[in-house]
């Protein structure tokens, strides 16, 4: 199945056209809400300093250990896209994850938490 998005010149309404294929082609439009075509866009939270000083600290403590984000995510259990998106500081990071990746790294968790300036 194959969606195409159609902004109409005159209301400003997003058409979708659905190609479903089978044994013949049907095609069937279907109009959406302006607010439906909004769902593809990404929720971005604003940036953090904090954020910003754990995503770097990450980065260091893992360096210095020559581990990949990869041998790092599994040894904590956690996804290797999250973590990189934790050391993009894009993602926000819960304490349980904090001390999950400390304990794999085998260092406290609040060293990942300290300014290079402290």
Same mark, same amino acid.
């Given at each position: 199945?194959?969606?195409?998005?159609?902004?109409?010149?005159?209301?400003?309404?997003?058409?979708?056209?659905?190609?479903?294929?089978?044994?013949?082609?049907?095609?069937?439009?279907?109009?959406?809400?302006?607010?439906?075509?909004? /769902? !593809?866009? &990404?929720? @971005?939270?604003?940036?953090?300093?904090?954020? =910003?000083?754990? +995503? *770097?600290?990450?980065?260091?403590?893992?360096?210095?250990?020559?581990?990949?984000?990869?041998?790092?995510?599994?040894?904590?259990?956690?996804?290797?896209?999250? /973590? !990189?998106? &934790?050391? @993009?500081?894009?993602?926000?990071?819960?304490? =349980?994850?904090? +001390? *999950?990746?400390?304990?794999?790294?085998?260092?406290?968790?609040?060293?990942?938490?300290?300014?290079?300036?402290?």
């Amino acid at each position: 199945m194959t969606a195409v998005v159609r902004p109409q010149p005159t209301t400003g309404e997003m058409k979708v056209v659905m190609i479903i294929w089978s044994t013949e082609c049907l095609l069937k439009q279907v109009v959406l809400k302006p607010s439906a075509c909004n /769902l !593809s866009r &990404v929720k @971005r939270t604003p940036k953090s300093k904090l954020r =910003d000083v754990v +995503a *770097r600290n990450l980065r260091l403590f893992r360096a210095e250990r020559g581990w990949s984000q990869e041998r790092l995510a599994n040894e904590a259990g956690l996804n290797r896209t999250y /973590l !990189s998106a &934790v050391e @993009r500081s894009e993602q926000n990071i819960s304490i =349980d994850n904090l +001390a *999950r990746l400390a304990e794999a790294m085998q260092i406290e968790a609040s060293k990942l938490l300290i300014t290079a300036d402290a």
